[in-house]
């Protein structure tokens, strides 16, 4: 068995992703303006931050999202009720 991380798997993609470009699709909303994002081509997965730059999606990233989002959902019950 080698080492083969699934980000290395297709080498080929990831070259393809470099020349044109990502292209992303959606895979959570975490507030109105925050989303985590999938490359359907090669895999990477990123989301946008507070100042609006796109940020590879790490675990710590992952869990700030995940602290957000139920952070938001709380708040959006809040107002409506
Ligand atoms: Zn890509």
Redesign the pocket.
């Known amino acids: 068995m080698d080492n083969v991380t699934p980000q290395n798997r297709l080498p080929i993609l990831s070259l393809i992703?470099t020349a044109f470009g990502?292209?992303y699709i959606i895979t959570r909303k975490i507030t109105n303006h925050i989303n985590e994002y999938k490359?359907t081509?090669?895999g990477?997965e990123v989301s946008n931050s507070y100042s609006g730059n796109f940020e590879l999606l790490t675990r710590k990233q992952r869990e700030v999202n995940e602290c957000l989002s139920s952070f938001f959902k709380k708040k959006k019950r809040l107002s409506i009720h």
């Open positions: 992703c990502h292209n490359c081509c090669c990477k």
